[in-house]
């Protein structure tokens, strides 16, 4: 089965630790994108990557940071910069960057106490 | 800049029709989409709209007008699956990143 996986689903972080959100998708998509979901508000775009070893920053790329070394894998590093890190991040991917549907990862919710 | 503007809520009724609207006011535009998300989970595609009218794809229509900066998202026969938050989302130009509105949470109710 093809899709997009993302681990843990839930993660839990001191203040001031930078943690790492995984992202893995075997659909051979060349872009994939990090979004960052806040209660009563829409997906804000973090940083994208339209194909291997180049991204781009989005809206909100402070205090975060990517790699994609590999077309299937897209992590997403929460530094300590980013003031307000607590939120439900949801990685996807599309064939390419003129595609119009993203297929996205069931989530992460990070919680930094 | 770029804008989007959703109804925060909306309720209705087991069987009914609802329509959720959506405007916007974007640099350039190359496309509407509509994507559902149950409350925890990923969102997951609905709709897409380029041209103005209607599109219609089973219980769920999108229609669009350009020259408006508007969209609605029609849902027929309500099931109580369809509780869940309905998202807009505008491309500017073609081959830019989407721009996401912030959702409507539609209850269904017996």
């Known amino acids: 089965d093809g899709g997009i996986t993302q681990s843990p689903k839930y993660l839990f972080r001191k203040e001031g630790q930078n943690v790492t959100l995984s992202c893995e998708q075997n659909l051979n998509h060349d872009a994939m994108y990090w979004y960052r979901q806040d209660p009563g508000q829409g997906l804000r775009l973090i940083y994208y990557?339209?194909?291997?070893?180049?991204?781009q920053k989005g809206d909100i790329a402070e205090g975060y940071s990517v790699s994609r070394e590999k077309k299937e894998s897209f992590p997403l590093t929460v530094t300590s910069a980013q003031k307000n890190p607590t939120a439900f991040y949801l990685c996807a991917s599309s064939i390419d960057g003129l595609a119009n549907e993203q297929f996205f990862g069931p989530g992460t919710r990070l919680t930094v106490l | 800049g770029q804008n989007i503007d959703q109804p925060t809520e909306m309720t209705a009724t087991e069987g009914a029709i609802v329509q959720i609207n959506c405007t916007y006011q974007t640099s350039g535009f190359n496309g509407l989409f509509w994507y559902q998300q149950h409350a925890g989970e990923a969102p997951t595609f609905l709709s897409y709209n380029v041209l103005d009218g209607l599109e219609e794809k089973g219980r769920f229509s999108s229609f669009l007008s350009r020259s408006k900066g508007y969209s609605y998202l029609l849902l027929k026969e309500l099931q109580m699956k369809d509780s869940a938050s309905y998202l807009c989302?505008?491309?500017?130009?073609?081959?830019?990143?989407?721009?996401f509105g912030p959702g409507t949470r539609l209850s269904v109710l017996p």
């Open positions: 990557s339209q194909i291997v070893n180049d991204f």
């Open positions: 989302a505008v491309r500017g130009n073609y081959g830019q990143n989407f721009v």
